[in-house]
């Protein structure tokens, strides 16, 4: 037993110290020097060599989306690169598919910089920027969940669609030795273009839930680039739209209810909101109030961990309980959905099954 152990403490340090060494030699005797990287044909950069293709780019204020903050655990940073990119790493291979691989999408955060790259973006990521803003605001929404009000600084605008994120930037602070970017979607509507609201759940021991939680408060500066995202309203047709969500996945359906009414958008829409107890619910004046000033609007809040002892005379169980109960087919359906993975995967195959077909279901897992 005790050899067993010895032996996989010795092969643990040995990988662990040449790890180290590789990094060491990679950062000093490698020297890139200045590096091309043309993008779409037309706009050229020249970087120092030697770091991520994410973050050099995020130095020209150029900003892929990257929800993990460049740790290769969201797939979310995907560019095309034509060339220079060298062999695909493994750490890229779960993200990609077949397709991507065969038109050289690759993992931006996984990629160095070593030689000319030419590389492809979508045209509006030239659009997103990098925002100082000012906490307004900070509400508490439940024990675990605040509301930010960040407001731009006076000249600035940020123009979004509704239902798109910010990627919200967490200083270096006690306990954290980098900046470090998470992703969160806006809350406010695209009218309000000098702020945005954001909803943000505590993660025990996250990076950024802890800086927003435990250190922010009102009257501080933060640092935020956007808008991203594919998730967002629809507004090339008029199907009645499903919405759910659980917890903070409120966030960009808000932006969305808000976007409806201020352009008086005549669509049926019900909005399922899942919760486990009724502690774990919050806006519920400001969600019941869409029902009266919006076209034809209903809201199912629901309940997951009802007991005795909680007086509620709402719908019980998780949401794609209620969805099961209150939607019959999918015809001339369309569905918003935004919360946990597993509460996307459930509720995606219920509402396949009742018949909105794959292509009709927007989703922002988180
Ligand atoms: C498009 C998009 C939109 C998003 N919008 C919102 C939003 O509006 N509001 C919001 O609160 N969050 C949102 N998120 C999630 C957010 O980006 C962060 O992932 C989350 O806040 C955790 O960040 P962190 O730095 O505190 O945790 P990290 O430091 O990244 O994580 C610490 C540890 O906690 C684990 N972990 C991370 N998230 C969770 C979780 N939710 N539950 C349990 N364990 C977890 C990680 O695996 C890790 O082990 C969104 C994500 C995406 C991709
Ligand atoms: S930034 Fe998350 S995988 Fe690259």
Request: hydrophobic share 35%.
């Amino acid at each position: 037993m005790d050899t067993i152990l010895i032996t996989t403490i010795t092969i643990t340090s040995i990988t662990g110290v040449l790890a180290f060494l590789l990094t060491l030699a990679d950062r000093t005797i490698n020297n890139y020097g200045e590096v091309k990287i043309t993008i779409n044909d037309e706009k050229e950069y020249v970087v120092e060599g030697g770091s991520s293709l994410l973050s050099s780019l995020m130095e020209q204020q150029i900003f892929i989306p990257s929800a993990c903050g460049g740790k290769g655990t969201c797939g979310y940073c995907k560019v095309k690169i034509l060339e220079g990119g060298g062999p695909v790493l493994p750490t890229e291979i779960p993200f990609l598919t077949e397709d991507e691989l065969k038109q050289s999408v690759r993992l931006s955060c996984q990629c160095k910089v070593k030689q000319e790259l030419k590389i492809q973006i979508p045209e509006e990521l030239f659009n997103v920027k990098e925002y100082e803003a000012t906490v307004e605001s900070i509400e508490d929404m439940t024990s675990v969940i605040k509301k930010l009000r960040l407001r731009l600084k006076e000249d600035e605008e940020i123009n979004f669609k509704p239902g798109q994120y910010i990627q919200l930037k967490a200083p270096i602070y006690k306990g954290n030795d980098e900046e470090v970017y998470r992703a969160y979607s806006i809350a406010s509507p695209p009218s309000q273009k000098n702020y945005i609201d954001l909803i943000i759940g505590y993660v025990p021991n996250g990076i950024v839930t802890t800086y927003v939680h435990k250190f922010l408060n009102e009257g501080d500066t933060v640092y935020l680039n956007g808008p991203y995202g594919e998730f967002c309203y629809q507004d090339d047709n008029d199907r009645e739209m499903i919405m759910v969500a659980v917890g903070t996945g409120i966030a960009p359906i808000l932006s969305i209810l808000n976007y409806l009414r201020e352009n008086n958008i005549k669509r049926k829409a019900t909005f399922y909101f899942g919760a486990k107890t009724p502690d774990d619910l919050f806006l519920l004046d400001e969600l019941k109030n869409f029902e009266e000033t919006l076209f034809d609007f209903k809201f199912i809040p629901t309940l997951s961990r009802i007991t005795e002892e909680h007086s509620w005379s709402g719908e019980k169980g998780r949401v794609n309980n209620a969805i099961e109960k209150y939607i019959m087919d999918g015809e001339n359906k369309e569905a918003y959905l935004c919360g946990n993975p597993p509460m996307i995967d459930t509720v995606v195959s219920v509402l396949k099954k009742i018949g909105i077909p794959e292509e009709l279901i927007f989703f922002d897992k988180f």
